[in-house]
Every structure is written in structure tokens, then in C-alpha cells.
């Protein structure tokens, strides 16, 4: 039986901006990982890679003509920009950069978890779809069909309706229970809106105790690395994922949980 082929991954950018130390460096199954400056990158002509990670740090790190002179050595690459907390108001205050499909940095783990997922499946991912598509025509092409992982029983605490109508609509497309969090007794997986700071988890930490203190997944809406540290150090197991967020991303942060014999979530809408 042949072995599979590793995923060749390229690095380059910003890599010495503290956000990308640790999470780009990071060990990635099934993938042979370089890192290279980026100058060397627009040098070299003579290395294929299945994926072009380009890590951002700043508004104005990269010329718009570097970025097109990227694309145009690497055409089949699957290429994106990974986006540090700097540059998150890009799109609405600033002048983003144009060839490259974004992914923030908070959401980074799960968002290439799926699109290894894709790739190793189909030879491609949604980053050879146009630059130019937006958010909503995407989800409106590629419906994303729910994963067949049995059922779930989920408790949730929001702050808004609207929240907690979100997450029954998400459970009930995948056939599992929702229940509010005031009023269980027994669950496999927590959901809490926090409204302003993640520190607000630990109003629901007593009750998430005394069911078991099931995992934990955390959304929030501009979630840091501090975050993180502080879920780690207050809860037995915790997830963070960022919002804005697909039903993919929490799915996959879930049926993660779920391979692992854990299972907690903490969701802020903020």
C-alpha cells in the first residue's frame, strides 16, 4: 500500500510578530511545513507547494504588486493570508489586500483543519474559488451538509433570542437536543453567550461543574491569546473559536471535542 503524500505547506510574511511564533510554528499531521522571509519566497521559481500561507501582521506589510507577482508563481497553489489582530478592521476602515482569500488568526487551527479536509478529499478547497466572492455567495454555492456523528445533547445560556434561535437552528440540523443551561440536568456539551468578556464563563462555571463540567468551546468576537490562557486556567478542557464563524467551524470544533472524550462550549456573540 502507497503512502500518502504530505501536504508541502509554505509559511512566509510576518513570521516574527508574536501572534505567529507559536500558531504558524506549530506541527501540522500530514504536512511538510518551510518557512521562508518573504523576500526569499518572491526569489525562488523552482519549488512547488500545495499550499501558500502568507502571514500578515500590519496593514501595509506587503505591496499590492508583490502579492499579484505571488500569485503568478505559485498559480496552482492553494494561497491565503492569515490575518493578525491588527489588520482586522481592514475591510471596513482600511484598503485590504486584493488576490488572497483571508483567514484570521483566531481562527486559524480549525479554518486549515478544513481545508486540509478538502484538499486531501478533492485536490482543491474553497481557495480556488474567486478572490472576489464574498462571504454569502460562498455559503450560498458550497451549502455546507452536516456531518452524520450521532447525537448530542447540548445545553446553551445566551444573552439575545437571536442567539439562542442561532444555535437551536444549527442543532436541529444535525438531529441533537438543546436544552437551556438553567434548567439541565444532563448534557454532553455547553453553550454560553458571553456579552462582553470571556470572563463572564465563570458565571456559568458552577452550573457547567455540576453537570459533569463537561469541555468547552469558546466563540468570541475578538478573541486573543490571553483568552486562550484564561480558559485553559479556569476550565478542564477549552476550545476558542472566533466570530464571525460558519456552522463548519463549530461543527468541526465539536466533533473534535467529541473524538477526544470532551465536550464543552462556550460561545460569545458579542
Known amino acids: 500500500m502507497l503512502e500518502q503524500r504530505k501536504v508541502n505547506v509554505l509559511v512566509t510574511g510576518d513570521l516574527q510578530n508574536w501572534e505567529f511564533s507559536q500558531l504558524l510554528s506549530a506541527p501540522l499531521s500530514d504536512c511538510h511545513v518551510v518557512q ?22 500590519r496593514r501595509g ?28 478592521g481592514e475591510t471596513r476602515s482600511g484598503e485590504p489586500l486584493h488576490g488572497l482569500h483571508r483567514i484570521y488568526i483566531r481562527d486559524w487551527a480549525q479554518a486549515f483543519a478544513r481545508l486540509l479536509e478538502a484538499y486531501s478529499a478533492k485536490g482543491t478547497t474553497r481557495l480556488s474559488r474567486p478572490v472576489t466572492e464574498s462571504r454569502s455567495d460562498y455559503l450560498y454555492a458550497v451549502p455546507q451538509i452536516p456531518h452524520a456523528s450521532g447525537p448530542l445533547n447540548i445545553a446553551a445560556q445566551t444573552v439575545s433570542p437571536d442567539c439562542f434561535d442561532t444555535i437551536s437552528e444549527f442543532c436541529k440540523l444535525r438531529k441533537w437536543t438543546l436544552q437551556r443551561l438553567d434548567s439541565c440536568t444532563k448534557c454532553d456539551l455547553v453553550m454560553v453567550e458571553c456579552y462582553r468578556s470571556i470572563e463572564e464563563t465563570q458565571r456559568a462555571k458552577p452550573m457547567i461543574q455540576s453537570l459533569g463540567d463537561v469541555p468547552l468551546v469558546v466563540i468570541c468576537g475578538f478573541p486573543r491569546a490571553q483568552d486562550k490562557q484564561y480558559l485553559d486556567a479556569n476550565f478542564t478542557a477549552a476550545h476558542l473559536l472566533g466570530k464571525p464563524f460558519d456552522n ?11 473524538s477526544q472524550s470532551k465536550l464543552k462550549l462556550v460561545i460569545d456573540v458579542a
Open 248 to 258: 463548519g467551524m463549530l461543527e468541526n470544533a465539536i466533533l473534535q471535542l467529541a
Open 36 to 57: 521562508r522571509d518573504w523576500q526569499t519566497v518572491l526569489d525562488d521559481r523552482d519549488v512547488e507547494f500545495d499550499f501558500i500561507v502568507v502571514a500578515q501582521a
Open 61 to 88: 506589510s506587503f505591496a499590492e504588486a508583490d502579492i499579484e507577482r505571488l500569485c503568478r508563481q505559485f498559480p496552482l497553489a492553494q494561497r491565503v493570508l492569515v490575518i493578525a489582530s491588527w489588520c482586522e
